[in-house]
């Protein structure tokens, strides 16, 4: 697993702030405090979808999935998890996930595009940032 020519997405580095490393993702906070809101990012270089993960990546990929969702949950205790990876803005291989509550400003609905992003005051963003990572560690 080559990282070393890894570069994240201009757009995700520009909308996200770094919670931790894990074995294959980085794991980035979305500048957004409408929806608690994180992004998984392969550090791995030229991958645009999921199948473009070796077999032993993806299984790695999921489980990172799978724990940060779990995170997730333990932390904003949502109504309802979302993982998604789309990619038709930023190619660069990344999987959302996103807490989801009832009563947020998209409910039932997906949260692209429906609230303008307003981002985080400087501690509440610290905060939240050592929520999640002591769930990751």
């Not at 570069?7 to 794991?27: F, Q």
């Not at 904003?76 to 998890?81: D, I, N, Q, R």
């Not at 307003?118 to 002591?134: G, K, N, S």
């Amino acid at each position: 697993m080559d990282t070393a020519s890894f570069k994240l997405d201009p757009i995700l580095e520009k909308d996200t702030v770094e919670i931790a490393r894990l074995e294959v993702c980085r794991v980035l906070l979305m500048r957004d405090k409408t929806y608690p809101w994180v992004i998984l990012v392969p550090a791995l270089s030229g991958l645009r979808d999921l199948d473009d993960l070796s077999p032993s990546e993806r299984t790695q990929v999921m489980a990172e999935v799978d724990r940060v969702s779990k995170t997730m949950k333990a932390v904003f205790e949502p109504y309802k998890m979302n993982v998604a990876a789309l990619g038709n803005v930023v190619e660069q291989l990344h999987i959302h996930i996103i807490a989801r509550f009832q009563g947020d400003p998209a409910w039932p609905g997906p949260v692209w595009g429906v609230h303008p992003a307003t981002d985080y005051d400087e501690d509440t963003r610290q905060h939240v940032i050592r929520e999640i990572y002591a769930g990751l560690v």
